[in-house]
């Protein structure tokens, strides 16, 4: 039989960076995950960058059933924790698009500098990789967990092991089961910052445009993110639409405005005053790629051109234009989802330190918990503040 202090399921963001905090309160640590390599989301998120945080995280650009309950972790270990850290590795790194104010921070280099940076903060801890969790059992003071067969004992557990999201990654719901079996409740789970796709009838439309991109305001449930938007051969995805479906319920439609930075009507009337001969189709071109331009004119029924066009016709267009209603289908799922929403109930934890009310030694962490952040460095960020706040009560 093998004793540790704590062990931490999971060596991904948040259970690699709770690695280090544990250790340094003096106890043996053991990081167990049962894939062959550790953070691989961290090495393939941001396109191989990794968005590691962001400049404007606080608790609002996060989903929970609880909308308070972020706070106090992510004041206690904030973004400009996360920066001192990386410059203390001699990490460099940019804010993507600084124009756009999306304080959206990447590393210059690869994000492997970041996985390394997390194995270096963890050092004092044992990492043990192909390892299955086969049971566990709490005996009112110590965990007894079976390890590919090994048994091992702690007094404190951390669960780290993410959401459903890319299962193929090593994704799996195994955080959800602990809590069920320790009696913690477990909020309804589904996929977040996804594609969304169509019936056969808007996508007779959709598809032909696949790989054409607008700046776009999309909106659902009364929120709305104003970034890209992306047609593909199975619907809309691009950052507008990742961030609406986090939003978004089955049954719903979204409204897309294809033109959030120009008053459509305007733009209409001054083509029309211009040159009433052009077609209408044309007169989209101007404001659209040729492609788009081209299905809107269809999807709209518009024929003619700018001069067989009243006010009252123009306005019509422009408030189609400023306001599409899309009824998604569904969306990709988890197999491309980025995130899990809802998770382990944060009724049901401490927000200082992730401990579990109602059972002694155990903490849940990262995406396994209800709180979901926004596209753009905020689950990275939650990862980071929530693996601090466990690892600093150990
Ligand atoms: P994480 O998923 O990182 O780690 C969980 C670990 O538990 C894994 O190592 C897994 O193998 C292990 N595990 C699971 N089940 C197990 C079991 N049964 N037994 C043993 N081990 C088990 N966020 C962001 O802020 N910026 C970004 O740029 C991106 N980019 C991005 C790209 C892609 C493609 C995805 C899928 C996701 C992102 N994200 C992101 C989201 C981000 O990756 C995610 O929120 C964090 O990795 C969550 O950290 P956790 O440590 O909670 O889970």
Redesign the pocket.
Known sequence: MEHVDTII?????????CAGFAAARGGSVLV????KR?????R???GGR?????LYAEAGNYLSGNPHFAKSALARYTQWDFIDLLARYGITWHEKNPEKALGQL?CDGKSTAIVEMLLSEARAAEIRLE???DEIAHDGTRFRLNLSGRSTTCRHLVV????K??PK???????YQIATQFGLPVTDTRPG?VPLTFAPHELDWIAPLAGTAVDARVSANGTCFDEALLFTHRGLSGPSILQISNYWREGDAITVDLLPRQNAFDALKSARADNGRRQMQTALATLFPTKLAQALAEKLALTGNLADQSDKALQAIAEQLHGLPLKPTGSEGYR????TLGGVDTDALSSKTMAAKSVPGLYF????VDVT?W?????????WAS?AAAGRAI
């Open positions: 399921l999971g060596a991904g963001a948040a259970g690699l960076f167990v995950d049962h894939a550790p953070a691989e989301k961290v393939i998120s941001g990794c968005n590691f945080t962001n990447f390892t299955t969790l780290a092991t993410g959401g999201s890319i990654m090593g994704a799996t719901g195994l955080g910052l491309t989802a980025e995130v962490i990262g995406e396994v952040g596209l753009g460095g905020y689950n990275f960020q939650w990862a693996a």
